[in-house]
């Protein structure tokens, strides 16, 4: 884990509500993979003062000081080279103070950040057909998922979710190899219904399945993979409110099923990926 400033080199509007945001800090993004996150401080102070690396001076500046005071969890949602270097990327709806603030970051603008944080998704050795499910903006980390893997020559198709049309991710957003599937809760685009339903028609097509959105959603998917005649791993990123993202903090401990019963464990450090089959 690195911490420091990330400046921003573009903020879009792509849709809906969904915005992207660059940044430039390599550092930041240092051993990333997919699945994996970064906390970002959405504040107007960015400069208080301690020095950079020093996490723990960090976490808990005055209140009256910096609003929003809890930072955000943010997946890492592309990479990619420009002639100036590296840079990452996050995707992102605006429900909030803090989204909103990021909303209107402009190139050359700094955020302070930590990351690279949690445990990612994992691409089994002998895994060669993938099936990515993704509820709204769940899309997020799937969509670098998808790159790393159409990349290796295997086999990909995202089922996307949303209430309308209007929140589907555009197809052209996606690698070219992706077969996308979209299902929408008014049927405006797709096929109408949940994506449990198409998830449950190529349950058994796949070698492995990941997800993101939700918890609800994940959960279905859950009782679904429990009534089919075979058995995949069904990888989660689960999404809990996050105070540090070091574990330092225990504000997002779930209950998972571990050998010989079941234990807490915590969103930010020992996840966010589990198996679905542990959590539910």
Not at 11 to 17: E, F, G, K, V
Not at 40 to 54: F, H, I, K, T
Not at 79 to 84: D, L, M, P
Not at 261 to 268: F, I, P
């Amino acid at each position: 884990m690195n911490v420091g400033y990330a400046t921003v080199t573009e903020t879009a509007h792509l849709y809906a509500d969904t915005y992207e945001t660059w940044f430039r800090a390599p550092e930041l993004a240092h051993g990333a993979y997919p699945g994996q996150f970064i906390m970002l401080r959405c504040s107007d102070d960015q400069e208080y003062g301690a020095p950079e690396g020093d996490l723990t001076s960090h976490l808990s500046p005055p209140a009256s000081q910096y609003d929003p005071l809890l930072p955000r969890p943010m997946s890492y949602y592309r990479v990619r080279e420009t002639k100036a270097g590296p840079e990452w990327g996050i995707l992102y709806d605006v429900v909030g103070r803090g989204t909103a603030w990021l909303a209107n970051r402009k190139p050359g603008d700094r955020v302070y950040a930590w990351g690279p944080l949690g445990r990612g998704y994992e691409i089994g050795r002998n895994s060669r057909n993938l099936l990515l499910v993704a509820g709204g903006i769940g899309v997020s980390p799937l969509v670098w998922l998808a790159d790393e893997a159409c990349a290796k020559g295997l086999s990909v198709t995202m089922i996307v979710g949303a209430r309308d049309a209007s929140r589907i991710i555009p197809a052209s957003m996606l690698h070219p190899q992706v077969e996308l599937v979209v299902t929408t809760d008014d049927g405006s685009a797709g096929r109408r219904g949940l994506v449990t339903e198409p998830f449950a028609e190529l349950y058994e097509w796949c070698d492995q399945a990941f997800a993101c959105g939700p918890n609800v959603m994940m959960q279905a998917m859950a009782a679904v993979a429990r009534k089919q005649k075979v058995r995949r791993s069904v990888q989660v990123l689960l999404e809990e409110r996050m105070g540090c993202g070091t574990g330092i903090c225990y504000g997002c401990a779930v209950e998972v099923r571990v050998r010989g019963g079941r234990s807490m464990k915590l969103v930010c450090k020992d996840g966010p990926r589990f198996e679905a089959r542990d959590v539910w």
